[in-house]
């Protein structure tokens, strides 16, 4: 594919907690940007749940294969939600 770019484009991906969208978070996030001089980024953050919501469900679990034991020294949402923004940015 030949893509041309004028300002940067951003893919990404997430594994959440669950589907429940009020009480589920993503638990990691990847992302690849591609710039208009063809270079590209990419990045992956893990993310532990904020307390308060779902853990993650076994069948979520079953999926992504990420478990609540990967995510026990991992940042929550807010601590990287800057850094995930300045991937974006532009």
């Not at 300002?7 to 591609?34: A, C, H, Y």
């Not at 679990?61 to 991992?74: F, Q, R, T």
Request: one cysteine or more.
């Amino acid at each position: 594919m030949n893509l041309t770019l004028t300002r940067p484009l951003v893919f990404f991906d997430v594994e959440t907690t669950g589907l429940n969208i009020s009480k589920d978070q993503i638990i990691e996030i990847s992302m690849i940007k591609l710039c208009p001089d063809g270079t590209q980024e990419e990045r992956t953050l893990r993310i532990k749940p904020t307390p308060g919501f779902n853990p993650i469900s076994p069948e979520a679990e079953a999926v992504h294969g990420i478990s609540m034991n990967d995510l026990k020294d991992k940042p929550i949402f807010a601590e990287v939600a800057d850094e995930i923004l300045a991937f974006f940015y532009d």
